[in-house]
């Protein structure tokens, strides 16, 4: 007899049935966890498909900006497709500069300055789409242990409350209910450590790829330099 019962105590500590047992509290405390690892992996999957696609760009970019083809030429390819990261960023500083050389600019500080600012506006857009929904991973990850937590301990005084009411410290009466309050931390840091392991990734990946939009900016910059006194100079001459 104190075997069936032994085994029937066995089975009652499964995961779902531990799951089942819990209070609503607790219940919505696992829900909203699993809920969380759930997004966090959507996360993990689309910023690694992302960012992978964003180097696939940036070294076809590069290979083609740096291979003498003219800035017209590659503004003409560039211009009439969607283009991001720093194919953006040299759309922008062309548009400007055509722009500014149509409306008669003669002042190179200020058309400097006006193509730096429009590369800066398209830079932190750029920056901006590589950090999104990071903050979802790092608010996963410093709370989940804390909801998980908190699930925890609602469990266990609910246990005590049973325990209480039967008056009976068996531990056949208390392990279910310490164990189910316990699962609600397991699952909190279930979706917590890889939260934090993804966030500390895509933050370091971002910063890399946004380093290396802004060493192109900065390149891109000197270039049109050089070429915006080329130009005023010609024209000077010219008049």
Do not use: H
């Not at 760009?57 to 390819?77: C, H, I, M």
């Not at 699930?151 to 392990?175: E, H, P, R």
Request: avoid cysteine; charge should be neutral.
């Amino acid at each position: 007899m104190e075997q069936v019962g032994l085994a029937a105590a066995t089975t009652d500590v499964s995961l779902w049935s531990l799951f089942m047992q819990a209070g609503f509290v607790v219940k919505l405390v696992m829900i909203g966890l699993i809920v969380a690892s759930i997004w966090t992996w959507a996360i993990v999957v689309d910023k690694t498909l992302s960012f992978a696609k964003a180097r696939r760009q940036a070294d076809a970019f590069e290979q083609v900006f740096w291979s003498g083809q003219s800035l017209e030429e590659l503004y003409r390819t560039l211009s009439d497709r969607q283009t991001s990261g720093m194919g953006a960023i040299f759309v922008s500083a062309m548009r400007e500069w055509k722009k500014s050389f149509e409306r008669g600019a003669r002042s190179p500080i200020g058309l400097q300055m006006r193509i730096d600012r429009a590369m800066d506006v398209t830079l932190a857009r750029e920056s901006e789409g590589l950090s999104a929904r990071l903050g979802s991973l790092a608010t996963i990850g410093s709370a989940g242990p804390f909801v998980g937590l908190f699930g925890t301990v609602v469990g266990i005084m609910t246990s005590f409350q049973a325990i209480a009411g039967s008056k009976s410290t068996n531990l056949a009466v208390v392990a279910p209910g310490i164990a189910e309050a316990l699962l609600a931390t397991a699952i909190g840091l279930l979706a917590a450590i890889p939260a934090v392991i993804a966030y500390n990734k895509f933050s370091a990946d971002a910063g890399k790829i946004t380093a290396r939009m802004e060493g192109f900016a900065d390149e891109f910059s000197a270039i049109l330099s050089r070429q915006i006194d080329e130009k005023l100079q010609s024209r000077q001459a010219a008049q």
